[in-house]
């Protein structure tokens, strides 16, 4: 993309598209509970509580918050991701209209990945939210997205008291709301293309004994037919929440929260399978017969290749796949993903004088998982030519953090810290499938019994974290400073397998971060912050883990292995003035210690893959923000941002050869301009929006060598509310479709991860055009 074009789009943006006001009261969120982390991400902004995006005035960094009045404007039980994809610096892709199905969903920031990215709710850590998480769960399955209060992002660093140990490129808070003041009940049900079916309902209990005693349960039901291939994707969540307010002393809270979530996948899709059988392909779930054909015929060419005089195990199949498919890879039987998590926390928020504040949390999580696949590859011994191979995810975890306070005058002290435990199991079992016309496993139910164990290993994960921070108020100067420090220890103990068993730590106990915001009057203001960060390593054994390795392997990398850093420079300002307002900020990251899994030699022998430090990556670039209410019903939002990630060394062998040539070449999946508006018409009675989101392309190998184009997308909403006041307050109807333009397109690069240079299948493509109305009341 010319620099011509971009400045061309973003202009267009600037000029025709926007954000939203609220249609319906909005319900003020609960304060989370890393109370330091949210006044630090802009919940002190002095908005005037209409606004759908708030741009962190006060604040030393570059940070937006996105308000549930944002969040309700989009499908009911949209991932609030999507709400913060058109802000800048933002990339977040998948494969669904929701946003929620979780092998596509993708998200990062100014070229940071996923698993390099800070998440908390209401304080309590998510981990890296990726589909295999080993630490957290995925914020579409933690809270029902009606419940959320604010998202806030802030994209190159994060409040010092964050929960995270992988924050090196930034930080999204989610904040739950909080109990209503009155009795009340909102509904909500949609129904919408491809046989989605989407309920939700709250019961909001209202002041209970007089003395602020309040709270709320809610459900929520998600059923949709994929929208190409066969099956379905669904979900039941369940969030309560209770509060008791001490009035001046302070508040207590408590949560528990369930989701069981069940999806059938998408295939995976490289740019020849595109090219060849078109966006539509995908697996073949309706043909059993089919997929067992496919799988008999690799098996004859497997063993053929082994043994040119072998005889086939399916003499009558032959050699040839029947077309149009030309490798056993072209189309999988099925898929599927299966999680179930039970989240729960409570937290004191207390002001012991005028002065001292303290705040405590304490959370547990329980999650069972199974990632399923239909294998061609591994027969069933004695039945089917296919197998169910599963990966299998086991999460029991607990932990605490607070802070203590102290403010007197211009100047705010805060210490804190946050402790976990977390006992992780990770197996791959196989699981047989009868030789039978039809399959003999349902895709969408948790497997038992398995004919074979490839792996089963336990991980115990402990994390210590402490923190100190400062704020000086200088008449217009505001100084904010501290560091952090943390020692993260995983531990490996293997009970199936040939894996690694061991321990590795990740420590670092000053790890700091300035900041500054000066004030110049007339709206106008400018902030600059730097920030170090390091991430711990990852208890897994699949993926980017130290223990994803034979024991050989692992005892080669244990003592040397580094973990990865940044250092973060970020310069910036604010304006407002009338209906007005606008940020802009330039940044600059050193990441060093870059990790990326290798082979120690050549593997044909035997030499282990192992987990390695290749180098160092280099970001910059600069983002802009602007809001504007042309007169109170309508409002208009754009942001632009232009990144460079680039890659600073070559990948090179143990033994000092080229691996991969990726000096001065793109981090894959950031692209380099993106675009986001959005324009919005809101009469507490009609509303009217319409958003366009532009990214430029994006490569899906390490050099570079492939990439998928830049794209526009476009989505809408349209509706009406009956009544604003009485028993039927907020009784409305409102229709919405997404990618308006029936845009064909890829939208999640990665999803097998990225290859060093070639066509991989590791592409999903992006839902058609989809249409989707809804019922509401008491919103």
Known sequence: MTAHRACLLAGTAFLVLSAASARAEDVPAAAPADAAAAADMGAADPADGSEIVVLGFGQARQVQTITSRDIAVLTPGTTPLKAIAKLPGVNFQTA??????????????????????????????????????????HISRAIISEN????????????????????????????????????????????????????????????LTGNGLKGYVS??????????????????????????????????????????????????????????????????????????????????????AASPTAALPYPTIGLVFPAPYQTVDDSYFDAAGLRRDYLGG??????????LSVQLTGYFHNNHGQGLWFLPYTPTPGGSPLSVRSTEYDITRGGALGHIAYETGPNRLEIGGWYESNAFRNARRFYGLANQATPSRDALSFQSDPFATQFDVKFDTTTALYYVSDRLELGDLTLNGGWK?????????????????????????FLPQAGAVYTIGGGAELFATFTQNMRAFTSAAVGGSPFATTQAGFDLIRNSLKPERSNSYEVGGRFR?????????????????????????????????TLQNVGDVRNYGFEATALYKLMPVLSLFASYSYNSSEYRDDVLNTNGSLNT??????????????????IVYDDSRFLARIGADYMSKRYFTYENDQSVPGRVLLDATIGYTFATEGPLKGFAIEGSVTNLTDKKYVSTVGSNGFGPRGDNQTLLAGAPRQFFVTLRRGF
């Open 346 to 355: 409570a937290t004191f928020d207390g002001k012991l004088t005028d002065a």
């Open 219 to 304: 459900y929520g039901y998600l059923k949709t037919d994929k929208w190409k291939g066969f099956g379905e994707q669904r979900q039941h969540q369940v969030n309560v929440k209770l509060v008791q307010d001490l009035g001046d002393r302070g508040s207590i809270s408590g949560f528990f929260n369930f989701s069981d979530r069940r999806e059938q996948d998408y295939q995976d899709l490289s740019l020849g399978l595109i090219n060849r059988l078109g966006y539509g392909l995908d697996n073949i779930a309706n043909d059993f017969p089919l997929a067992t054909r496919l799988a008999q015929v690799y098996q004859n060419q497997a063993t053929r």
């Open 96 to 137: 669904d209209a929701f946003g929620a199905y979780e092998w596509s969903s993708r998200i990062s920031i100014r070229g940071f990945n996923q698993n390099q990215l800070g998440f908390t709710l209401d304080g309590v850590p998510l981990g890296d939210m990726s589909y295999g998480n080993s630490n957290g769960l």
């Open 577 to 609: 003035a009338g209906g007005f307002q606008g940020s802009a900020a330039a940044y600059y990251v050193d990441f060093s210690n870059r990790l990326l899994s290798l082979v120690n030699g050549v593997a044909s022998v035997g030499n282990p893959t």
């Open 485 to 509: 420090g943390y020692k993260v220890t995983n531990r490996a103990n293997r009970l199936v397998g040939t894996l690694a068993s061991g321990t590795i730590d990740a420590k670092d106990y």
């Open 661 to 678: 040539a990726t000096a001065g070449k793109t981090v894959p999946d950031s692209p380099e301009h993106m675009v986001k508006g959005e």
């Open 148 to 207: 959320l209060g604010s998202t806030s992002v802030a994209q190159g660093a994060g409040a010092l008291g964050t929960a995270s140990t992988g924050n090196l490129g930034g930080t999204i808070l989610f904040t739950s709301r909080a109990p209503s003041e009155d009795t009340d009940i909102a509904v909500s049900g949609t129904y919408g293309s491809d046989a989605t079916y989407r309920g939700f309902v709250r019961l909001d209990s209202g002041d």
